[in-house]
């Protein structure tokens, strides 16, 4: 009885641990105000896509943002758009979330194609 007690225990512990972990996870989340799709590309690297983000032309909103090759932080960076100067880019519609972003995938722009943290660019209205 006493075994039986010491498991049951251990493991309504190891539940709210995992539950806790879950919802502090969840809530760090970015908050989405788009539809996403999920799908992957062919080199198995997943990806989203934001339908209403597809071959829309966006104003850089911040100074020094960075054009990325690839996805993340550690992406080698293109160049630097400076808001001041009118910077603008076209999205494709796909993102990858990484190192706490949303990368979107950038198919026109001054600087080339490459990849940009949502959070620093605006849809033109």
Same mark, same amino acid.
């Given at each position: 009885? +006493? ?9 309504? #512990? ?5 539950? %806790? ?19 992957? !590309?062919?080199?198995? =690297?997943?990806?989203? =896509?934001?339908? @209403?983000?597809? *071959?829309?032309? %966006? ?6 943002? #960075?054009?990325? +090759?690839?996805?993340?932080? /550690?992406? !080698? +960076? ?5 808001? @001041? @100067?009118? #910077?603008?880019? =076209?999205?494709?519609?796909?993102? /990858?979330? &990484? ?22 660019? &605006? =849809?033109? *209205?």
């Amino acid at each position: 009885m +006493r075994k039986t007690k010491r498991f049951v225990a251990t493991t309504l #512990a190891l539940g709210m641990m995992l539950a %806790c972990s879950l919802s502090s996870f969840a809530a760090e989340l970015p908050a989405q105000d788009y539809e996403a799709s999920v799908s992957v !590309e062919s080199s198995a =690297v997943p990806y989203g =896509v934001y339908p @209403s983000m597809a *071959n829309k032309t %966006c104003d850089v909103i911040g100074e020094g943002v #960075a054009l990325r +090759r690839e996805p993340g932080l /550690q992406g !080698e +960076r293109i160049g630097l758009f400076y808001q @001041s @100067s009118g #910077a603008w880019v =076209v999205t494709s519609g796909e993102y /990858q979330i &990484k190192d706490g972003y949303h990368w979107m995938r950038v198919t026109d722009s001054p600087l080339g194609p490459g990849w940009i943290a949502l959070k620093y660019i &605006k =849809v033109r *209205n």
